[in-house]
């Protein structure tokens, strides 16, 4: 079975520059979360997706970022601009309705220069 | 903001010792599961325990929960190199699956 795949790996980027991460969750799973994880710290609920619908956004910075899943299956997050404080990585994840085990990719390691 | 927060941040230890971690948090849970994370596999999940249980077994690991205590720990025996990494709590307050990560605790296993 695939995991959860998220690109890029790495993005190097100046400040002020927008960028954009892509998840693709487990098959089948409906809820999709995004996670912020700084260096040291445990991962930081961003958003979480129950198919298509946003259920959680209150820790997203919604003058920043925005986040959407069309279909309801996999994602994008975007930040505009970005700014230094945004350096971290950035996690996607996913799980069933039938278990509480949240599925984790891999991240994508933001650097804002 | 963080929830749960393990206790000790660094644990440093010789291969086939066991390792101990705890984690406390501040609100009722619904339940409280451990994750680890390295390098190599990223973030994985190890084992939940639900708010009506006190202890969980699964291989090498063993979970205790006090909740009148508003605490957990977490016991890996007979360490090994392969088990170096951070590990992280993540209470349930609500049963919806909106996890609240504790800081890590890292552990480092000397083969």
């Known amino acids: 079975e695939a995991g959860v795949v998220q690109s890029p790996r790495y993005k190097i980027i100046e400040k002020k520059q927008p960028v954009a991460f892509w998840c693709n969750p487990i098959?089948?799973?409906?809820?999709l979360y995004w996670y912020l994880q700084n260096l040291g710290q445990g991962p930081e609920l961003l958003i979480r997706?129950?198919?298509?619908?946003?259920?959680?956004d209150s820790q997203l910075p919604k003058d920043r970022f925005s986040a959407e899943r069309l279909k309801g299956v996999d994602s994008t997050l975007k930040i505009q601009p970005a700014e230094l404080g945004d350096s971290a990585v950035y996690l996607c994840a996913s799980s069933s309705p039938s278990y509480n085990e949240q599925f984790f990719g891999p991240g994508t390691r933001l650097t804002v220069l | 903001s963080q929830q749960g927060e393990e206790d000790p941040q660094a644990l440093s230890i010789q291969e086939g010792e066991n390792a101990t971690m705890n984690c406390s948090y501040k609100t009722s849970i619904n339940n409280l599961q451990w994750y680890r994370q390295n390098s190599g596999r990223g973030l994985v999940h190890l084992i939940l325990?639900?708010?009506?249980?006190r202890e969980k077994h699964s291989g090498r690991l063993r979970v205790t929960l006090d909740t009148s205590k508003k605490s957990s720990s977490l016991l890996i025996t007979a360490s090994r190199a392969a088990d170096t990494a951070s590990y992280f709590c993540a209470t349930d307050p609500g049963g919806n699956n909106r996890l609240a990560f504790g800081k890590g605790n890292q552990v480092v296993v000397i083969p």
């Open positions: 325990i639900r708010s009506n249980e």
């Open positions: 997706y129950e198919n298509e619908e946003a259920v959680d």
């Open positions: 098959s089948g799973h409906n809820t």
